[in-house]
């Protein structure tokens, strides 16, 4: 064998593993992961509910807007009733809905803040604001 061959030869065995190092995720990477995932995950779980009682009084202040009750008091009223039979609207009243008539159509706005714990000290401040259509 000539010496070339030989050198070439033990850079091809060299090659196959014993100069490489290992590939692939660590323990340490896998937990932060884990961790960051968990976290939203728990985050998520705690705001979704709020959302959805965000979207569930927009219908209701749609769907009043488009009915046309003559007074403001009417306009109370039907968001009470409302109120009565959609049991996740907790975070606002009828007292706080802000009722106004723009070009004779009904116009309601309302606006809240939601505080989701997170644990210990720190929460989470969400702002909703919205109007009928």
């Given at each position: 064998?000539r010496?070339?061959?030989f050198?070439?030869?033990?850079r091809k065995?060299q090659?196959?593993g014993l100069?490489r190092g ?10 932060f992961w884990g961790?960051l995932l968990?976290?939203?995950?728990v985050v ?8 959805l ?7 209701a202040v749609?769907r009043?807007?488009?009915s ?6 009417a306009?109370r009223?039907d968001f009470d009733?409302?109120q009565?039979i959609?049991y ?9 809905l802000v009722i ?13 803040e939601k ?16 109007h009928?259509?």
């Open positions: 064998m010496q070339t061959e050198v070439s030869s033990q065995v090659g196959r100069g290992q590939s692939g995720v660590s323990l340490l990477g896998l937990l961790v968990a976290f939203t995950g998520a779980a705690r705001v979704f509910p709020t959302v009682e965000f979207y569930t009084i927009q219908t749609n009043i807007a488009a046309n009750p003559p007074t403001v008091p306009v009223a009733k409302t009565q959609e996740s609207i907790v975070s606002i009243s009828s007292k706080d106004s008539k723009d070009n004779e159509k009904l116009k309601i706005a309302f606006a809240y505080q989701i714990e997170l644990g210990g000290p720190v929460y989470l401040l969400i702002k909703y604001e919205g009928s259509r």
